[in-house]
């Protein structure tokens, strides 16, 4: 009888005198993942992007000469698998007659927080595993999401950083530090990008910390009469946002701008089911969702590993 719940596994909920039944129906977050990624929708059973790389500078034309004639070649091709995240529970006949306090609608709150909870874990992770060598992005540039030496291009060899090169804590330094990469970024061929941080990302135990920082009028913790320059610049339009399924307590990180950087598709939306088992009269409930994270472009997002 594993996986279902029978009168033996809420014996207490069978007879009165129980005040309230508690432990599976909080309250929970607001949506956090839509913070991280930019959503598009799939009708297949994965997604392929495919980097082109444009034109690189025009060379001083001698008078009389020809024009010089420029290429284009294909670079990396990030494949989105959209993965089906799906749950359930059965609950025989005699459960559902004989309890007395209501319990199927405090279960199907359970099971859509359950499925609510898995999307944003399934998402935070692709940032949580973004320092680890051990997790690429299918068909991408053969380097983990934040790395010092991503790829520019199939014309161009070199290489270029998403992350601070030396691991540094959130600070009004470190930011700095880090919208000055992001506004020094170049496109696969070498070439100047308007690129530009949109919000902080941080984990709760930042969240203090990085409100201190983006609302300050002057510098933050220091005594001199200086303007907080990220704070009137608007370098961060969108401000910070708080994501409470990253697991590093040190992790900081910066959404940009890039077109086709962090990237979420959504092949299926939740979907909620039940039925009876003719056999048993058991009652199962299921819920089912497909969908995929991952990123194309890496300049879509910045970070440092914290300290």
């Known amino acids: ?48 992007d495919q980097q082109f790389e444009g034109f690189g500078l025009a060379p001083e034309k001698q008078e009389g000469a020809g024009i010089a004639y420029d290429s284009q070649q294909e ?11 799906a749950k359930g529970f059965i609950v025989t006949k005699e459960n559902l007659a004989d309890n007395l306090y209501h319990l199927f609608e405090k279960r199907a709150r359970a099971l859509s927080f359950s499925m609510h909870q898995t999307k944003e874990n399934v998402g935070a992770n692709v940032y949580n595993r973004g320092f680890n060598s051990a997790f690429l992005m299918p068909g991408g540039d ?3 999401l934040f790395s010092t030496a991503h790829i520019n291009g199939p014309s161009d060899n070199t290489t270029f950083s998403n992350r601070l090169a030396t691991p540094a804590a959130l600070s009004e330094a470190s930011l700095e530090d880090l919208l000055i990469q992001i506004n020094e970024a170049t496109d696969p061929r070498g070439l100047r990008i308007a690129l530009q941080g949109l919000n902080l990302i941080v984990p709760s135990k930042l969240s203090f910390e990085a409100e201190r920082i983006l609302k300050s009028s002057l510098q933050n913790d220091t005594a001199n ?83």
């Open 1 to 48: 009888m594993g996986g279902i719940i029978t009168t033996g596994n809420n014996a207490r909920l069978l007879v009165e005198g129980v005040k309230n039944v508690f432990g599976q129906a909080y309250t929970k977050h607001q949506t956090q993942w839509d913070m991280l990624f930019n959503t598009d929708q799939s009708k297949k059973a994965f997604e392929q």
């Open 75 to 85: 670079g990396f091709s990030p494949k989105f698998k959209n993965l089906t995240y």
């Open 142 to 144: 053969g380097v983990e």
């Open 225 to 307: 009469n200086a303007v907080n320059a990220i704070r009137s610049t608007g370098m961060l339009p969108g401000g910070h946002s708080v994501n409470n399924y990253l697991t590093s307590a040190s992790a900081w990180f910066i959404k940009t701008n890039a077109p086709d950087g962090m990237k979420y598709f959504t092949r299926q939306e939740v979907d909620f089911d039940q039925d009876k088992d003719f056999g048993t009269s058991n009652m199962r409930f299921k819920a089912d969702e497909r969908y995929s994270f991952g990123w194309s472009d890496p300049r879509g997002c910045y970070g440092s590993a914290g300290i």
